[in-house]
């Protein structure tokens, strides 16, 4: 399976609005509402940020949104403030009854 | 609050077998998740390993198949992780975590262990 494709890196001010792509095929993010995306902080465990595309765990800031179309998932984050600078991760449900992860994003606050 | 902790030697010779456990606290190994392992190789990205339900079901990342082994210990609350035929490429921090929900399925890992290096090295 090929790993999912996401842009090595996304910048932005504090306030803006950024958003985050993850593209697969119909055999996987296309396929299924299944996409879950994380946030990691360096030398950090993976954070759960959204689950099935668009559900937010409890805990986690509304400033984080998912959304998909075809087979490109996008995580949103807006009013970026200085602590959501990290790396960002997509998944996707797949198929063959497996998990694929995207490249990762490094996300920078200027 | 369930929480995970991998054990296991953080150190492996090459061709040897890398072994790893996943002690689950707070919570039944028998609930409606799955449980899974993650690594990240440093410096890089995550890479689904595979993933395990308590009735001993399994999925395994097809690029690991043959060498991956994932067990369920319900006496002792925890699971494992086998990867046989080491090489230097499968030094990574490894990770356990749980899945959101079985039945109906929940595509999410929202716990997690905080990761243990392995280094694969004579």
């Known amino acids: 399976q090929s790993a999912l494709t996401q842009p090595a890196s996304v910048s932005g001010s504090p306030g803006q609005s950024i958003t985050i792509s993850c593209t697969g095929t119909?055999?996987?993010?296309?396929?299924?509402?299944?996409v879950s995306w994380y946030q990691q902080h360096p030398g950090k465990a993976p954070k759960l940020m959204i689950y099935?595309?668009?559900n937010r765990p409890s805990g986690v800031s509304n400033r984080f949104s998912g959304s998909k179309s075809g087979n490109t998932a996008s995580l949103t984050i807006s009013g970026l403030q200085a602590e959501d600078e990290a790396d960002y991760y997509c998944s996707s449900y797949t198929s063959s009854s497996t998990l694929v992860f995207g490249g990762g994003t490094k996300v920078t606050v200027l | 609050q369930v929480q995970l902790q991998e054990s296991g030697p953080g150190l492996v010779k090459p061709s040897g077998t890398l072994s790893l456990t996943c002690a689950v606290s707070g919570g039944s190994i028998s609930s409606s998740n799955w449980w899974s392992w993650v690594r990240q190789p440093p410096g890089k990205g995550l890479e689904w390993i595979g993933e395990i339900y308590h009735s001993g079901s399994t999925n395994y990342n097809p690029s690991l198949k043959s060498r991956v082994t994932i067990s369920v210990d319900k006496s002792k609350n925890q699971f494992s992780l086998k990867l046989s035929s080491v090489t230097a490429a499968d030094t990574a921090v490894y990770y356990c975590?749980?899945?959101?929900?079985?039945?109906?399925?929940?595509?999410?890992?929202?716990?997690w262990g905080q990761g243990t290096t392995v280094t694969v090295s004579s």
């Open positions: 975590a749980r899945r959101l929900g079985a039945y109906p399925p929940v595509y999410g890992m929202d716990v």
């Open positions: 099935d595309v668009t």
């Open positions: 119909s055999s996987d993010v296309g396929g299924y509402n299944y």
